[in-house]
């Protein structure tokens, strides 16, 4: 039976600029356990908070449980510490990239659109990767527990990625797809690869369309890290590392040049 339930993260104002990460008293503060999914993301936050997040919770196994409890709560204090990185810079900082361009104001509110749980399933409709996103009202973020908990090679193994470094660079990849510009490409890449004679009998995510999305939201991620000042450790998601291509060159590298667009 899957148990469903919200985690909600706070943090109170802050005094002056301190290491979330380590702080105690004016950092980031999680609910002690985690509240009935009400609907009410506000649901258990103090009247003084600065600034709160849920984090949903999908348990399918219950050994699971409290592992996924865990990594709720870890993501919850690092989407405080994400919003307040960006909350340091103007609504118009750019963020430009091969693919295009965005700023962190539309990464802010993309962000604060999206609903995100933390789950112990799998498999995320054969995409074969730790989650899945999509843009829409509202937008979802879905992520597999093990990827967020201190474990060896996950996102967040601290000894690769100090601090919550590696969550951090996960959603800022994950918020490259849900973003209009991802979805955008997304979109495009979808319909052409349906198109391409060399690939329309095969399931998206076997393509080289996909791998080639994958590149564009580590490419989404980097840029904004660069314009935001975070360390990421040489983080890339999925060991997808290079350029995106516009997906009508991997179309045309695949048919005749009179079939080229």
Not at 180 to 188: C, D, T, V
Not at 215 to 222: I, S, T, Y
Request: proline letters at 4%; a negative charge; charged letters at 15%.
């Amino acid at each position: 039976m899957t148990e469903v339930s919200i985690i909600t993260g706070y943090r109170r104002p802050l005094t002056n600029r301190v290491d979330l990460a380590n702080s105690k008293s004016t950092g980031p503060v999680v609910s002690s356990q985690a509240m009935a999914n009400t609907g009410d993301g506000a649901y258990g936050v103090p009247a003084d908070a600065a600034q709160a997040v849920s984090v949903n919770i999908t348990v399918t196994v219950a050994a699971n449980a409290d592992g996924v409890r865990e990594a709720a709560e870890r993501l919850a204090i690092s989407l405080l510490e994400l919003k307040d990185i960006l909350q340091g810079y103007t609504a118009d900082t750019k963020v430009v990239f091969s693919s295009g361009s965005t700023t962190v104001g539309n990464i802010l509110q993309d962000m604060n659109n999206t609903r995100f749980t933390v789950t112990d399933e799998t498999g995320f409709g054969g995409n074969n990767g730790v989650g899945a996103a999509i843009r829409g009202t509202p937008n979802t973020e879905t992520i597999n527990y093990h990827s967020i908990l201190n474990e060896p090679q996950s996102y967040g193994d601290k000894s690769l990625y100090p601090g919550n470094t590696g969550i951090y660079g996960i959603m800022l990849h994950e918020l490259g797809h849900i973003s209009a510009l991802g979805e955008g490409f997304r979109s495009y890449s979808v319909n052409l690869q349906r198109q391409d004679p060399t690939t329309k009998t095969s399931t998206f995510y076997q393509t080289d369309y996909s791998k080639n999305l994958e590149l564009f939201a580590n490419n989404f991620m980097d840029a904004a890290a660069t314009a935001l000042r975070i360390n990421l450790y040489n983080l890339a998601p999925g060991g997808y590392r290079g350029t995106a291509k516009a997906p009508s060159d991997i179309y045309n590298s695949h048919v005749p040049p009179n079939q080229q667009i």
